[in-house]
T-cell receptor, first 111, second 114 residues
Framework: DAKTTQPPSMDCAEGRAANLPCNHS???????VYWYRQIHSQGPQYIIH???NNETNEMASLIITEDRKSSTLILPHATLRDTAVYYCIVRPANTGNQFYFGTGTSLTVIP | KAGVTQTPRYLIKTRGQQVTLSCSPI?????VSWYQQTPGQGLQFLFE???????NKGNFPGRFSGRQFSNSRSEMNVSTLELGDSALYLCASSLGGGGPDTQYFGPGTRLTVL
């Protein structure tokens, strides 16, 4: 059961930062926030995950609010290849491997 | 490291037939999960296998089954195919241990049931 709320679609100009919000107001203390993206008809691609601290890797940054009820995925310099559906998922660390994907945000990067 | 591979990539079957899909996980990964993706229902969890045992199961009928071999490779079987089984079937692998366990997805098998 998806526990996250994301806007259905967003646009971003190429070269600008893309900020994708996610609301997870019922998140529990042991639940991680994961982000994946899916380019049309391909398998979802792992982007980043975090528990309470902000995280950064070569693809993106994840900003989690102090109360952990929302987060933002930041793609610092969006390119056309970043056009995809982005999924925000909350998942406990100590349960079986089932990710509940919601409907995600369809990001379109505009030239 | 090679990523998750799935075979075949495309498959066409007719109603009533059965189908077997294969997934080879990333080397060293012991957990394999299967998902079904359709336009109407989105990505839905089917089941997970870890060390040759089904560890978790989603809400799908018994026509959907799977298994995992000692080398962690996994197969998924769908019997008595229905038109509604047309979907992208995705496999994901992970280490399977405790703590946050990131899943890495394969490219999927596109099944069309006629």
């Amino acid at each position: 059961d998806a526990k996250t709320t994301q806007p259905p679609s967003m646009d971003c100009a190429e070269g600008r930062a893309a900020n994708l919000p996610c609301n997870h107001s019922t998140i529990s203390g042991n639940e991680y926030v994961y982000w994946y993206r899916q380019i049309h008809s391909q398998g979802p691609q792992y982007i980043i995950h975090g528990l309470k601290n902000n995280e950064t890797n070569e693809m993106a940054s994840l900003i989690i609010t102090e109360d952990r009820k929302s987060s933002t995925l930041i793609l610092p310099h969006a390119t056309l290849r970043d056009t995809a559906v982005y999924y925000c998922i909350v998942r406990p660390a100590n349960t079986g491997n089932q990710f509940y994907f919601g409907t995600g945000t369809s990001l379109t990067v505009i030239p | 490291k090679a990523g998750v591979t799935q075979t075949p990539r495309y498959l066409i079957k007719t109603r009533g037939q059965q189908v077997t899909l294969s997934c080879s996980p990333i080397s060293g990964h012991r957990s394999v999960s299967w998902y079904q993706q359709t336009p109407g229902q989105g990505l839905q969890f089917l089941f997970e296998y870890f060390s040759e045992t089904q560890r978790n199961k989603g809400n799908f009928p018994g026509r959907f089954s799977g298994r995992q071999f000692s080398n962690s490779r996994s197969e998924m079987n769908v019997s008595t195919l229905e038109l509604g089984d047309s979907a992208l079937y995705l496999c994901a692998s992970s280490l399977g241990g405790g703590g946050p366990d990131t899943q890495y997805f394969g490219p999927g098998t596109r099944l069309t049931v006629l």
